[in-house]
């Protein structure tokens, strides 16, 4: 059950889009349309952004948005502000009826 | 609003055990599968354990599989992590997070999670 394959860090000026890769299997990303995606701020519990691959909950920024090709997922934010900086997880179900995350993105705005 | 608190945290000796609970509210506690999630300290999350509405399906990783064991209790509102067994890098925050379906076919993805509560398990 290897974690999901993500860029350690990726950063932008305010107002830039940057995009978050996530990459899998055939065993998970590859095969379901269960891909989730979580924002955490420093010493707080995650927060999902994005689920389903791309529906966002009530309350979620239409800046964020996500997306999957093949055995890659990913999540784009739009218009960074200020209190985007946080580490972002992606998570996808797994064809042993697991959950896998990935290793987190730290974003950073410059 | 939706509310998760755990507990039963706190300092334990390798092969130990410990108990932890998820007090849960505002929302049908018996219609929704529930998780734990753990994170090591300045380290990413890892999914430890899901368990249907009903309790009739338990779902674990290799890592913890023979040594956790979740459960819960729909009147009391509760969910529970047994862990034995207790090793150094079992040490984390564990978080209690609600399940987006009745959870008979695994853990899809998880909303909310709660503040988490810290084991540390060391000598």
């Given at each position: 059950q290897s974690a999901l394959t993500q860029p350690a860090?990726?950063?932008?000026s305010p107002g830039q889009s940057v995009t978050i890769s996530c990459t899998g299997t055939s065993n998970d990303v590859g095969s379901y349309d269960y891909v989730s995606w979580y924002q955490q701020h420093p010493g707080k519990a995650p927060k999902v952004i994005?689920?389903?691959?791309?529906r966002r909950p009530s309350g979620v920024s239409h800046r964020f948005s996500g997306s999957k090709s093949g055995y890659t997922a990913s999540l784009a934010i739009s218009g960074l502000q200020g209190e985007d900086e946080a580490t972002y997880y992606c998570s996808s179900y797994t064809s042993r009826t697991t959950l896998v995350f990935g290793g987190g993105t730290r974003v950073t705005v410059l | 609003e939706v509310q998760l608190v755990e507990s039963g945290g706190g300092l334990v000796q390798p092969g130990g055990s410990l108990r932890l609970s998820c007090t849960a509210s505002g929302f049908g506690f018996n219609t929704y599968a529930m998780n734990w999630v753990r994170q090591a300290p300045g380290k990413g999350l890892e999914w430890v354990s899901s368990i249907s509405d009903l309790g009739g399906s338990k779902y674990y990783p290799d890592s913890v599989k023979g040594r956790f064991t979740i459960s819960r209790d729909n009147s009391k509102n509760t969910l529970y992590l047994q862990m034995k067994s207790l090793r150094v890098e079992d040490t984390a925050v564990y978080y209690c997070a609600?399940?987006?379906?009745?959870?008979?076919?695994?853990?899809?993805?998880?909303?909310?999670?709660?503040?988490?509560?810290?084991?540390?398990?060391?000598s």
């Amino acid at each position: 059950q290897s974690a999901l394959t993500q860029p350690a860090s990726v950063s932008g000026s305010p107002g830039q889009s940057v995009t978050i890769s996530c990459t899998g299997t055939s065993n998970d990303v590859g095969s379901y349309d269960y891909v989730s995606w979580y924002q955490q701020h420093p010493g707080k519990a995650p927060k999902v952004i994005i689920y389903d691959v791309s529906r966002r909950p009530s309350g979620v920024s239409h800046r964020f948005s996500g997306s999957k090709s093949g055995y890659t997922a990913s999540l784009a934010i739009s218009g960074l502000q200020g209190e985007d900086e946080a580490t972002y997880y992606c998570s996808s179900y797994t064809s042993r009826t697991t959950l896998v995350f990935g290793g987190g993105t730290r974003v950073t705005v410059l | 609003e939706v509310q998760l608190v755990e507990s039963g945290g706190g300092l334990v000796q390798p092969g130990g055990s410990l108990r932890l609970s998820c007090t849960a509210s505002g929302f049908g506690f018996n219609t929704y599968a529930m998780n734990w999630v753990r994170q090591a300290p300045g380290k990413g999350l890892e999914w430890v354990s899901s368990i249907s509405d009903l309790g009739g399906s338990k779902y674990y990783p290799d890592s913890v599989k023979g040594r956790f064991t979740i459960s819960r209790d729909n009147s009391k509102n509760t969910l529970y992590l047994q862990m034995k067994s207790l090793r150094v890098e079992d040490t984390a925050v564990y978080y209690c997070a609600k399940g987006s379906d009745s959870g008979d076919y695994g853990p899809k993805w998880l909303d909310p999670w709660g503040q988490g509560t810290l084991v540390t398990v060391s000598s």
